[in-house]
């Protein structure tokens, strides 16, 4: 052996002999700082209780559960206390149909008409082009329908048919738009495809498998036993108890689990280690990995997260059921969760194989981004930003904005109008093939819009304008009666949307 080849060696040897005392320091979490951290965001943020884990594919480093379940005689949250996890569901569906891929029961390239042949869109051209990708991604050029789901409740072979009327925003593969109703319908795709419920096929192939116990796909399977958070709003500086989205026995394949972060850290670990559980057991080819996280959409500033103003990424994109950006030079995929109340938030750095899982039981506590960034974030302590007060200033900052929009808006309004007939006469359903029947009711001087979940106050704004508004969501919206030729109200213009005024009983204006 020559003195050169030795050389080599013992160059290698030091090398990875570095390399492993490298990778602790890499890889380790500051318990006692992220503990800090997390109270103080929890305390700017007024979040009741959040369970927060870092993991790499084979260890624990970080996984503890902060505050109450609730504010009313809440229980201590701990690992195995249940959240909702939202729409970070839809990597989980998006798993149940890479497996079905890998067995060839469909490809993802499949136009989706061949297995849900019922489904038809405006354009005939989409219905015969629109993949089962596209769905995946966001990319169908569709506007959102979250009406459907949260406002009336529409269960989904209507959702399919009324598709048909719903006109595209963009040209499809063009522009992430995110669409929940396409990911219903990848949960009846599977479904078709295996029998079975989405979430009972998740629990069987995915969720046990891997360990995840602890984990379903609506909030009526959570048994007696099992502590679960309630959802809170913080609304004009004060904290409560928030109505459910969905009933206890929705599932919504969009984002309906509910799990603990014991769970989510399994789930976050089999990721890491591209599809084998922590007993050695692959569950999806590589190749089905590699097209989870593969770009799939390029994604604009203004259809992405307001955080890329502090994290300043070069390009952000959509995997399947992935945001992506790059971070100091590498690829983060993340997604969030929101449903009324509660939040959640995954992070994967898959090239340094470490991920973090934020949940959290407060309407938009931003500060699950203010936790990811943390994590993932590589400066030294001197060159370190405050995530915690960087994010939420970025956040107050744009609802500062919009409250100067609408101060803009009310000094618009035209003072001293009254409307062109009585309140009675605006009373009646109000009808779309796109998004249904709305009801408009009348009682004394008060006027109230009902969908089947919600009910709003309108209260006049100016001519024939209402101003329907919904305190939790800060919502400013305008209903706009249209008087026909007739001098009778004929529809109302609502969400860009008109609807035709339905021809019934009580329809008509008082005489």
């Known amino acids: 052996m020559t003195i050169s080849l030795i050389n080599t060696i013992r160059q290698f040897a030091t090398f990875c002999l570095l390399l492993g005392m490298a990778i602790p ?5 500051d318990g006692d700082q992220l503990s800090a951290f997390t109270e103080r965001g929890m305390d700017l943020w007024r979040v009741p209780g959040m369970s927060v884990a870092v993991v790499t594919p084979d260890e624990v480093l970080f996984q503890k559960g902060f505050g109450q379940t609730s504010m009313k005689d809440g229980k201590a949250v701990d690992e195995h206390t249940l959240f909702a996890i939202a729409s970070t569901t839809k990597a989980m569906v998006v798993m149940g149909i890479l497996m079905l891929v890998d067995e060839e029961k469909l490809s993802l390239d499949d136009p989706i008409i061949k297995h849900i042949p019922e489904l038809h869109f405006a354009d005939p051209a989409l219905t015969q082009q629109l993949s089962v990708r596209d769905l995946l991604a966001h990319r169908t050029g569709l506007p959102s329908t979250d009406i459907w789901s949260f406002f009336q409740q529409m269960p989904l072979d209507e959702q399919l048919t009324r598709l048909r009327e719903v006109p595209s925003a963009a040209p499809v593969r063009t522009r992430l738009i995110y669409q929940n109703t396409m990911f219903e319908i990848a949960g009846l795709l599977i479904e078709r495809l ?15 498998p891997i360990g995840m116990n602890e984990t379903y796909g609506e909030r009526g399977q959570i048994k007696a036993d099992q502590s679960h958070v309630m959802p809170h709003m913080f609304l004009d500086d004060e904290l409560s108890v928030a109505e459910w989205d969905f009933p206890a026995d929705f599932a919504h394949a969009a984002g309906s689990a509910w799990s603990s972060i014991h769970d989510m850290s399994l789930w976050a670990q089999f990721l890491l280690r591209d599809g084998i559980t922590n007993s050695g057991d692959r569950l999806v080819s590589e190749e089905s990995i590699r097209q989870m996280f593969e770009p799939h959409q390029l994604s604009s500033a203004s259809d992405f997260y307001p955080t890329v103003e502090l994290t300043e990424p070069n390009w952000r994109s959509y995997g399947l059921a992935w945001f992506q950006q790059d971070f100091q030079g590498r690829k983060i995929d993340f997604h969030t969760g929101s449903l009324s109340g509660l939040i959640a938030i995954i992070g994967l750095d898959r090239a340094a194989r470490k991920a973090v ?5 407060r309407d938009h506590a931003e500060m699950r981004h203010a936790l990811m960034w943390e994590v993932m974030d590589n400066s030294t302590a001197e060159n370190r930003r405050d995530w915690n007060q960087d994010v939420f200033n970025l956040y107050e900052s744009r609802a500062a904005k919009s409250e100067e929009s609408w101060k803009e808006t009310q000094q618009k309004r035209l003072e001293n109008t009254r409307t062109s007939l009585p309140l009675a006469s605006y009373a009646g359903t109000y009808r779309s093939a796109a998004l249904g029947d709305f009801l408009v009711e009348q009682s004394g001087g008060d006027m109230t819009l009902k969908t089947t979940r919600y009910e709003f106050a309108l209260s006049h704004w100016h001519l024939d304008s209402f101003l329907m508004e919904y305190p939790n969501w800060d919502l400013h919206e305008f209903a706009t009666f249209n008087i026909g030729p007739d001098g009778r109200v004929a529809s109302l213009s609502f969400i860009g949307n008109t609807l035709t005024r339905a021809e019934e009983e009580g329809s008509k204006e008082a005489e």
Do not use: K, Y
């Not at 419920?197 to 969720?207: A, K, V």
């Not at 899982?357 to 039981?361: D, F």
């Open 25 to 29: 320091a890499i890889s380790a979490v």
């Open 194 to 208: 295996s029998g079975q419920r989405w979430h009972d096929f998740l629990t069987e192939h995915l969720w046990h």
């Open 357 to 361: 899982i934020v949940l959290g039981n």
